[in-house]
């Protein structure tokens, strides 16, 4: 029993050694491309064609925010958008998602007496044909927006100034590209727990970029992302996973992968395109995010990334089960293997997190490295586990 468990860990080993490797080279040419591709020197202005200030009745971005009862969490965005630093036509369109926390008048007031872009407040009222969820209401946007390309975030994220700027120039950077995903990181962190959920949500991150430089794209992140609007109403990557509610960011990116090929993608590794978004408080609402994100990795059409999602769920539950049985059992020889084992794979995470973590400014020093992964094995399970479910309440409704 137990060189069979030692021979199933040591083949988990070499599988996640080689996954986090790929990672790491992926995020190695990700920074190469950032800094030696093609750019566009934000400095010089941005003048390709229509995308001209002389064309302010086209604007060429559509700055696109779904939202729903964010009364208390969207004033910083809403600053944040009038602080942009452009010299292009650009659009706010602020998709209200039913909200019953009177947001969408609220937003309105603020936008007629401080914004000096075009902006338009849609309050979808079940009546636009698409689902009621998120990516019911991105849809509803990109239907009515006028730019040429969609920039998305969400109401409790906060840009920099050359956010817009950045993240364009990004796409217009080479010929083909339809979608463009961009750094999120978790700001404020101050306690212990905030500290722990930004160095979890970086690698996320960090994976993001690390996998679309390899032309593997795994994972992405709705608070940063742009797109192509002509090649979203062609492809229309909702329409195969309107029943998952989640998604709204991979889905996207994984229909995109499909029909348009992962050169048509790119991560914008730049930390003038960093949008910040505040940590959750507590445990609870923590897990019921991402039991929502979970939710949807039924619907991913790449079926080697469910492959591997499935794997490093079920080995997580191996090592967890033999550690558990083992202790009750006295068998303290299957204990040492799981330590063991854990202690190997937290050091390989580790690595990884370093490595990333100087470009999103964040401490990832060990001892807060040990102690996310303490949390992480038991929270990865119970979270998978109702996220397969696919039962979840989300922002007053419930799914599933």
């Given amino acids: 029993m137990i060189w069979f468990l030692g021979l199933v860990f040591g083949v988990f080993l070499l599988f996640y050694r080689s996954m986090l490797v790929f990672f790491a080279k992926g995020w190695q040419k990700a920074v190469d491309a950032e800094g030696h591709g093609p750019r566009l020197d934000l400095n010089e ?27 208390q969490r969207m004033s910083p965005l809403l600053q944040a958008l009038m602080e942009q630093q452009t010299d292009f036509a650009w659009e706010l369109l602020w998709v209200d998602d039913q909200s019953t926390d009177g947001s969408a008048e609220q937003t309105r007031n603020f936008l007629e007496h401080f914004s000096k872009a075009p ?6 009222n079940g009546s636009d044909g698409f689902p009621p969820h998120k990516k019911g209401a991105i849809a509803y946007g990109v239907q009515q927006a006028k730019g040429r390309w969609v920039l998305v975030t969400d109401a409790d994220c906060v840009p920099g100034p050359q956010w817009i700027r950045t993240m364009i120039a990004k796409a217009k950077s080479q010929d083909g590209l339809v979608f463009v995903a961009g750094p999120v990181r978790l700001s404020p962190a101050n ?3 905030e500290r722990s959920q930004a160095l979890e949500f970086m690698s996320l991150n960090a994976i993001a970029a690390s996998t679309l430089a390899q032309g593997r794209p795994v994972i992405s992140n709705g608070g940063n992302m742009a797109f192509d609007r002509r090649a979203f109403l062609e492809t229309a990557p909702y329409e195969s996973n309107w029943k998952h509610p989640g998604g ?17 993608l790119t991560f914008c590794l730049d930390r ?7 940590p959750l408080g507590s445990f609870r609402d923590f897990l019921a995010q991402r039991i929502r994100w979970i939710s949807k990795q039924g619907a991913y059409p ?8 499935k794997s490093v769920w079920f080995m997580h539950a191996l090592l967890l089960g033999t550690l558990v049985g083992g202790m009750l059992q006295g068998q303290y020889g299957l204990v040492a293997m799981a330590l063991g084992t854990w202690g190997l794979k937290a050091w390989m995470d580790g690595h990884y997190t370093r490595t990333v973590a100087g470009f999103y400014e964040r401490s990832a020093h060990w001892g807060l490295l040990i102690w996310t992964q303490l949390w992480y094995l038991p929270y990865t399970l119970g979270a998978g586990l109702a996220g397969y479910r696919g039962k979840f309440t989300w922002k007053g409704r419930n799914y599933g």
């Fill in 119 to 124: 902006f338009r407040v849609l309050e979808r």
């Fill in 191 to 193: 306690t212990l727990w």
């Fill in 248 to 264: 709204d960011d991979d889905l996207l990116m994984h229909q995109f992968s499909r029909l348009k090929g992962p050169s048509a």
């Fill in 45 to 71: 202005g941005l003048a390709w064609g229509s995308i001209h200030q002389a064309n302010e009745a086209q604007p060429w971005v559509t700055v696109l925010v779904a939202a729903r009862n964010e009364t």
């Fill in 302 to 309: 790449d079926p080697v990334v469910a492959l591997i999602l």
């Fill in 272 to 278: 003038q395109a960093m949008v910040d978004t505040p």
